[in-house]
């Protein structure tokens, strides 16, 4: 189906975005891609279209274009008991097939890469060029696992005690049935790319996807399926985290929850109640150091990306920006300069660098964050306005100065397309600053390698990025990617990002004799053969 949707235009005005004026959008109606991959969805008992719905509001338009079944926790018990016997399965099979579906994934999703974009820009608003990133992302996911996860998942042989006697070998055991709590803003990314860790190392998964974006999780879940995914082995619930959160945790093995740290918390304390594992990757304040010698039109233009990508609401989006005062100046000018010439829109093209905020709720969020800081005496140099000639949501992209610890705008996460900058007058300075934050997700220094590199090793953050802004570290995903102090626990991507599905199993072999006093010696004699054979091991590799 499709419709054609022409908002308001109006003509630029001050320093404000010029905006895009018109939109044709190929998908219109949220139930119909419903009706096409919910085969994965469990509710009412069965995965039929239940009675109990929650409309879901598209920001492309403003209008309800979707009204999503609610499963309760009977669903996500039964959910649960479908994975788990898929599972069983599952985990027999040798690990170069489980890859297999990986690798098929990788080539379908860029075969479908214009489809899926399309669900995406109609479910958050996000610019085209953002929707593509994630299906970037999950195709480079799914490679890397397909090729690497036999080296993470081993089995690894392990020094033994006693070499040549012992022979010791580290298994990865699947930790049977993990469930996942995953976010709007990255709703193709976090659940498929999460899911295809977890279901490489042996596991089912059952997730939960936010109720604004679950098309996209059950797409990329269906194209999973068509890649070789048992059915029932990757399933989903929706609903209210209040009313079957706690069943998705209790039918569990291990939770990873991406979000708010106040709820990433809570999930934390409820699996510890339980003795099961969890990641929570949370929020983040991220921190920009611009240095004297930094590239400062490189550094200016990152911003678009580092700091606007999916209109700011990205956790590793940087938020405050610490200038050297020889430079700050000259990096303000720069950084308004690049905001100025950005498009402003909404659509399912790629006429526009900026898109929608994803709701009501975030955009009140991100406006009153504006107004307490201009309240407060903050100036705004670009930006700071709601554009609802555009879209029902969308925010200027908005760079202030001015901004002190009296403002909320300097220590809580924005999440949107606002940057505060701040003058620093040494190196030191700014890493103190940089550090001064509850949050450790990313962090970016600009400037010469030589200098920028000492002081990137001083950020108490998980990921610093020298010259850019998060992007050369999330598409490393050989290395892992999670956060410092309340940005969460535990690691996405490269080896952590798998093994954290598992639990670590050894299994020892033992030669020609047994490892305990022989009856024909003494408790005295052997304790002396211990050590001695215990000093020996100094000179062994």
Same mark, same amino acid.
């Given at each position: 189906?499709?419709?054609?949707?022409?908002?308001?235009?109006?003509?630029?005005?001050?320093?404000?975005?010029?905006?895009?004026?018109?939109?044709?959008?190929?998908?219109? %109606?949220?139930?119909?891609?419903?009706?096409?991959?919910?085969?994965?969805?469990?509710?009412?008992?069965?995965?039929?279209?239940? %009675?109990?719905?929650?409309?879901?509001?598209?920001?492309?338009?403003?209008?309800?274009?979707?009204?999503?079944?609610?499963?309760?926790?009977?669903?996500?018990?039964?959910?649960?008991?479908?994975?788990?016997?898929?599972?069983?399965?599952?985990?027999?099979?040798?690990?170069?097939?489980?890859?297999?579906?990986?690798?098929?994934?990788?080539?379908?999703?860029?075969?479908?890469?214009?489809?899926?974009?399309?669900?995406?820009?109609?479910?958050?608003?996000?610019?085209?060029?953002?929707?593509?990133?994630?299906?970037?992302?999950?195709?480079?996911?799914?490679?890397?696992?397909?090729?690497?996860?036999?080296?993470?998942?081993?089995?690894?042989?392990?020094?033994?005690?006693?070499?040549?006697?012992?022979?010791?070998?580290?298994?990865?055991?699947?930790?049977?049935?993990?469930?996942?709590?995953?976010?709007?803003?990255?709703?193709?990314?976090?659940?498929?790319?999460?899911?295809?860790?977890?279901?490489?190392?042996?596991?089912?998964?059952?997730?939960?996807?936010?109720?604004?974006?679950?098309?996209?999780?059950?797409?990329?879940?269906?194209?999973?399926?068509?890649?070789?995914?048992?059915?029932?082995?990757?399933?989903?619930?929706?609903?209210?985290?209040?009313?079957?959160?706690?069943?998705?945790?209790?039918?569990?093995?291990?939770?990873?929850?991406?979000?708010?740290?106040?709820?990433?918390?809570?999930?934390?304390?409820?699996?510890?109640?339980?003795?099961?594992?969890?990641?929570?990757?949370?929020?983040?304040?991220?921190?920009?150091?611009?240095?004297?010698?930094?590239?400062?039109?490189?550094?200016?233009? /990152?911003?678009?990306?580092?700091?606007?990508?999916?209109?700011?609401?990205?956790?590793?989006?940087?938020?405050?920006?610490?200038?050297?005062?020889?430079?700050?100046?000259?990096?303000?000018?720069?950084?308004?300069?690049?905001?100025?010439?950005?498009?402003?829109?909404?659509?399912?093209?790629?006429?526009?660098?900026?898109?929608?905020?994803? /709701?009501?709720?975030?955009?009140?969020?991100?406006?009153?964050?504006?107004?307490?800081?201009?309240?407060?005496?903050?100036?705004?140099?670009?930006?700071?306005?709601?554009?609802?000639?555009?879209?029902?949501?969308?925010?200027?992209?908005?760079?202030?100065?001015?901004?002190?610890? /009296?403002?909320?705008?300097?220590?809580?996460?924005?999440?949107?397309?606002?940057?505060?900058?701040?003058?620093?007058?040494? %190196?030191?300075?700014?890493?103190?600053?940089?550090?001064?934050?509850?949050?450790?997700?990313?962090?970016?220094?600009?400037?010469?390698?030589?200098?920028?590199?000492?002081?990137?090793?001083?950020?108490?953050?998980?990921?610093?990025?020298?010259?850019?802004?998060?992007?050369?570290?999330?598409?490393?995903?050989?290395?892992?990617?999670?956060?410092?102090?309340?940005?969460?626990?535990?690691?996405?991507?490269?080896?952590?990002?798998?093994?954290?599905?598992?639990?670590?199993?050894?299994?020892?072999?033992?030669?020609?004799?047994?490892?305990?006093?022989?009856?024909?010696?003494?408790?005295?004699?052997?304790?002396?053969?211990?050590?001695?054979?215990?000093?020996?091991?100094?000179?062994?590799?």
């Amino acid at each position: 189906m499709s419709s054609t949707v022409t908002p308001t235009s109006s003509q630029e005005t001050g320093s404000s975005p010029a905006p895009t004026t018109s939109t044709t959008f190929k998908i219109a %109606d949220g139930s119909a891609v419903l009706e096409a991959v919910q085969s994965s969805l469990v509710c009412s008992g069965n995965g039929s279209v239940s %009675d109990d719905t929650i409309d879901v509001v598209s920001p492309v338009t403003g209008d309800v274009w979707l009204s999503l079944p609610q499963s309760t926790p009977a669903d996500v018990r039964e959910a649960a008991a479908r994975a788990r016997a898929a599972q069983r399965g599952w985990a027999t099979r040798p690990l170069h097939e489980r890859t297999r579906a990986a690798r098929r994934l990788h080539t379908l999703i860029l075969d479908r890469a214009e489809d899926i974009a399309d669900i995406i820009g109609m479910e958050t608003g996000k610019a085209r060029r953002n929707a593509m990133e994630e299906v970037a992302d999950v195709a480079m996911t799914a490679l890397y696992y397909a090729k690497n996860a036999k080296r993470h998942l081993g089995p690894h042989r392990r020094k033994a005690g006693f070499p040549i006697l012992t022979h010791t070998v580290e298994q990865s055991v699947p930790k049977g049935l993990v469930g996942m709590i995953t976010p709007w803003n990255y709703p193709l990314t976090i659940p498929i790319s999460d899911a295809i860790a977890a279901l490489l190392a042996g596991n089912a998964v059952v997730i939960k996807p936010d109720t604004q974006t679950t098309l996209s999780a059950l797409w990329g879940m269906e194209l999973l399926v068509e890649a070789g995914l048992p059915r029932d082995l990757f399933l989903a619930v929706t609903g209210n985290p209040a009313e079957i959160g706690e069943a998705l945790i209790t039918e569990s093995d291990y939770v990873a929850f991406t979000g708010s740290t106040a709820t990433g918390t809570h999930v934390a304390t409820e699996c510890a109640k339980r003795l099961i594992g969890c990641s929570v990757e949370l929020g983040g304040k991220n921190p920009m150091i611009v240095l004297p010698d930094a590239p400062l039109d490189r550094a200016a233009k /990152s911003i678009v990306q580092s700091a606007f990508s999916n209109a700011g609401q990205l956790c590793m989006s940087i938020e405050r920006i610490y200038v050297h005062r020889d430079v700050f100046d000259d990096f303000l000018d720069k950084a308004v300069d690049t905001i100025k010439h950005l498009t402003l829109g909404v659509g399912l093209d790629y006429e526009f660098d900026i898109g929608s905020l994803v /709701s009501k709720q975030q955009l009140e969020r991100v406006g009153a964050h504006v107004q307490d800081a201009v309240a407060r005496g903050a100036t705004v140099h670009v930006g700071g306005a709601h554009r609802p000639d555009i879209g029902p949501y969308v925010f200027e992209p908005t760079l202030l100065t001015g901004v002190d610890e /009296s403002m909320a705008l300097c220590r809580e996460e924005t999440f949107g397309p606002v940057i505060a900058l701040y003058p620093v007058d040494s %190196d030191a300075e700014a890493v103190m600053r940089a550090n001064d934050s509850d949050y450790g997700l990313n962090a970016s220094v600009w400037g010469s390698v030589s200098r920028a590199t000492p002081i990137a090793h001083q950020i108490e953050a998980g990921s610093v990025n020298i010259n850019e802004g998060f992007t050369a570290t999330w598409t490393s995903h050989d290395a892992p990617m999670g956060g410092f102090k309340r940005s969460g626990l535990g690691r996405r991507h490269g080896r952590e990002g798998i093994t954290r599905f598992t639990e670590s199993r050894t299994v020892s072999t033992q030669r020609l004799i047994t490892i305990d006093r022989p009856d024909t010696m003494g408790n005295k004699d052997f304790a002396q053969l211990m050590i001695r054979g215990l000093r020996l091991l100094r000179h062994l590799p």
